[in-house]
Nanobody, 125 residues
């Protein structure tokens, strides 16, 4: 399984930008589609963005469309989430995840079998 570690979270003001990174270890990173999820206090974990194995196709939740960009570098085993125009509603713990082989549903957390520990993003009003 892919081992994942997120970094880059922090405290920012409304309207500012932040870039999250996810470092993967193991030999199979490029075999997996990847995604970012987030979980706000007292809320369920929800889908944010996904990217296919080769990095030429992306998909975003409506809440972040136009503001967030997901990318990957398979040569370096890294996944990135560039976040712009941040809002208080973006406050959450952000997780990167590797999708299980053969999975069909991009937005379902149950389709992912490797998760990082999460990194906190706080957007102050």
């Amino acid at each position: 399984q892919v081992q994942l570690v997120e970094s880059g979270g922090g405290l920012v003001q409304v309207g500012e930008s932040l870039r999250l990174s996810c470092a993967a270890s193991g030999r199979t990173f490029s075999n997996h589609a990847m995604a970012w999820f987030r979980q706000a206090p007292g809320k369920e974990r929800v889908f944010v963005a996904s990217i296919n194995r080769v990095g030429d196709s992306t998909y975003y939740a409506d809440a972040v469309q136009g503001r967030f960009t997901i990318s990957r570098n398979n040569a370096r085993n890294t996944l990135t989430l560039q976040m712009s125009s941040l809002k208080p509603d973006d406050t959450a713990v952000y997780y990167c995840a590797a999708r299980r082989l053969g999975a069909r549903y991009v937005e379902l957390s149950s389709e992912y079998d490797s998760w990082g520990q999460g990194t906190q993003v706080t957007v102050s009003p």
